[in-house]
């Protein structure tokens, strides 16, 4: 928020930044902070701190800082009106690079004279430090460089818009940021997603900023803002550009626009996985190559169980991969089972009926006219690709952050945003409390294994669906574009719960009501066998149920028109995106999920099968791989991922050690 000499009262900006913060927060709840640009003291003050913006503003930390960097804008007389410009940026934050606990790398960043919010994450941020060998690095969080970058180049030209686009034409990956400068009564607002907004008046001397258009529209409802401010407009700040801000009496608002420089460079950061996937469309798997097997193995990492040999001998289907061990399978006399036998192929609607189906909602003047619900993995990553590119649509790109987004999906979710300048929503949970209730379902799971409750560990994702609601609701845009691939079926999951499947039927995978209830009987015997079970989990698992299969999915499913097509995917992402892959698995499915390496290490242990193998199997009935070259790679597929499940465990604060030798006590049901 910027303002130059006004009748702003002093209450009116309190009750706007408390107001702002709170709504705001639903963009991360790790840290909080503020700097204030006052102009009498001539000073930045800056405070933040590792906590929730609920939280933070009802410190008394807040309130001494408020009076402290307010002190000498207000005047005393007659009231609590404005006696000199005034500056302010704030940031709700959800931890990418550089923890919150090192309240340095937390937001507000501070740099060379230059204080700055950011959104988003700089990918190539360690290309840029050696780049600029001359700049001093001090903390762990991207956005330094942003500011190094940016702060050279103004210091030596005085040029605010030009320093601003020489900055963005150094970073790739995604960045809206919020600029104040010592030496210059200046707001900057610049992005290169389109995820900003403001708020500016018909008399030009109060701009208000947040990150999504609904923040700023229940904020201006929430205070009655134009009965304080008059008439006023909500603008969107499109991709690639920004606005300067003078509140000091001159200009008070100037916009300005830039291209993206780098859109035709590569930023090539991960060459090794290279080796194993040949971009030409040949796969190379060699077990010599593959580089999860180290020499120098940690002594836990060895702990990790890989019983290829057993499981080799288990009884497989002849036609596709599944064992012997997989729920209610049965072999007719020629070997093939009966999930093979009941399979129906993906029928798709083809691409002439997407272009005619998305073709009346697509808007005219740019503005947002789709979500397209993305996780950063590779399916969401193409379809955000295809719903911009090829159908030449304006989505939004939603995430749903409950504390299993890797580091690595924020990061190829910023390559694709910045690239193609789509206004990323991400909505985040309470992480800490997610994680925490994600160890106590482990921990009783630990108590009492049994492969039917494993979907406890991801209970708390499933609010997806409800928030992908709620942002088509209070966006007004009716169409939500879902890029779920149809192979990856995993009706074992449910089979574990002694739920068979509906053979014969087209819906094979899908649970009826009498299904439904009979999972529901299940997990309450599961509660009264395991009373640990019974923690504050409960409400998530319960909410899970619900928005899983109680609320309307009313969805485009990309690949329901779509033929999923894995190595078109892959060269897409690799060429076009430099998209990241997992330095520990030859896969790029499932590597932005934080989770999956840890439920598919205990299933291939006990059961000697994963999603792997549903997944490729799948394939084979669709024609799309042999037998041969599925075997091949599933068994590369289900190597343990060490670097993954040890920060899956260190994540949620359980004990690497203990709980890898408790999975690996389990009777296996490959051992007669």
Known sequence: MVTPESHVKRDFLVKALNELFILSESRGKESSGIAVKNPVQQSIFVLKQPTPASKFIKTKEYDKFLNESLSGIFQMQNGLGLNAPFGVIAHAR????????????????????????HNGIIVN?????????????????????????????????????????????????????????????????????????????????????????????????????????????????????????????????????????????????????????????????????????????SANEKLLEYNLSEISHLRR???????????????????????????????????????????????????????????????????????????????????????????????????????????????????????????KNVSAWLKRPHLGTIPLFMAGDKQYFYYANQLSKINKISLVVLCENKLETTSFKTGFCGIRPNFGTEHTYTLNVLQKLKMLFFYAREYAANPSYINSSIIDTLDSFRSYYLISHDY?????????????IEKTLRNEYDWELSPDTITTWRIGDGTAAFYNYIY?????????????????????????????????????????VKWYLDTIHLDFDDTIKRINQIPKLYRK
């Open 94 to 117: 959800l931890v990418t690079n550089g923890g919150q606990d090192d309240n340095e790398n937390n937001q507000p960043v501070i740099k060379n004279g230059t204080v700055g919010v």
């Open 125 to 297: 941020v360690d290309e840029l430090w050696k780049k600029y060998s001359h700049l001093k690095r001090i903390y762990q969080v991207d956005t330094e460089i942003f500011l190094d970058i940016f702060s050279e180049k103004f210091n030596s030209t005085n040029d605010m818009e030009g320093s601003v686009i020489s900055a963005f034409n150094e970073i790739y990956g995604a960045a809206s940021v919020a600029l104040l400068n010592n030496n210059t009564n200046t707001l900057v607002l610049a992005t290169n997603t389109g995820s900003l907004y403001y708020i500016a008046n018909k008399l030009n001397n109060i701009l208000i900023f947040a990150s999504e258009n609904y923040i700023l529209k229940s904020f201006s409802r929430n205070i009655h803002l134009q009965s304080v401010i008059g008439d006023y407009s909500i603008e969107w700040l499109k991709p690639y550009h920004g606005v300067i801000v003078d509140y000091s009496g001159n200009e008070f608002l100037s916009k300005f626009n830039f291209t993206d420089q780098r859109s035709s460079k590569r930023v090539s950061v991960y060459s090794e996985r290279d080796k194993l996937i040949n971009l030409s469309g040949q796969r190379y798997i060699s077990n010599d190559a593959f580089y999860i097997t180290r020499l120098n193995s």
């Open 317 to 439: 289907c002849s036609k596709c991969l599944l064992p012997e061990t997989f729920p209610f399978i049965e072999y007719d006399k020629n070997g093939v089972c009966n999930y093979c036998h009941s399979y129906v192929p993906i029928r798709f609607k083809g691409e002439a009926q997407l272009d005619s189906v998305v073709e009346k909602y697509k808007s005219s003047d740019g503005n947002p006219d789709c979500i397209v619900t993305f996780s950063g993995g590779r399916d969401s990553s193409f379809g955000l690709h295809y719903v911009k590119q090829v159908l030449k649509m304006n989505p939004i790109a939603y995430t749903y952050d409950w504390g299993m987004v890797t580091d690595l999906a924020r990061r190829n979710q910023a390559r694709i945003c910045g690239k193609l300048g789509i206004e990323h929503i991400l909505i985040s949970a309470d992480i800490n409390k997610k994680r925490d209730n994600i160890r």
């Open 556 to 568: 485009l499913n990309l690949f329901d028109y779509l033929k999923w097509d894995e190595l078109v």
């Open 604 to 644: 291939y242990t006990v059961a000697g099968f994963s999603e792997f193998d549903t997944f490729r199997s799948n394939q084979i009935r669709e024609g799309m791989l042999s037998r041969d070259e599925a075997l091949q790679l599933v068994n590369q597929e289900n190597k343990p991922r060490y670097e993954s």
